[in-house]
């Protein structure tokens, strides 16, 4: 079954899609699962922002502050998930 759904809240994206295409200026600029194509920063070019996990997640990251390997996160849960393992080890 296929549902297109256009929403520009990027957590619940995150949270019900399987597979999200980005589109920009009538071109498909990302494709793929949400949790690829809503870190990737090429999209940030085009004006689509990135959620506010993503954007923490990612100075973590830069800072050597989250998990190595772990995707960056892009809801509240993935963000608790990966800075609570920081606590744990």
């Given amino acids: 079954m296929t549902v297109v759904m256009?929403?520009?809240k990027l957590e619940w994206v995150a949270k019900f899609a399987d597979r999200v295409i980005a589109l920009a200026g009538?071109?498909?600029?990302?494709d793929g699962r949400a949790s690829q194509v809503l870190t990737d920063e090429r999209i940030l070019s085009f004006g689509i922002g990135q959620t506010r996990y993503t954007q923490a997640s990612r100075q973590a990251q830069q800072s050597g502050?989250?998990?190595?390997?772990r995707s960056l996160a892009v809801t509240?849960?993935?963000?608790?998930d990966g800075f609570g393992t920081l606590r744990k080890g």
């Avoid at 502050?65 to 390997?69: D, F, I, S």
């Fill in 65 to 69: 502050l989250w998990p190595a390997g």
């Fill in 6 to 8: 256009i929403e520009h």
């Fill in 26 to 30: 009538g071109s498909v600029i990302a």
């Fill in 76 to 80: 509240l849960e993935e963000a608790v």
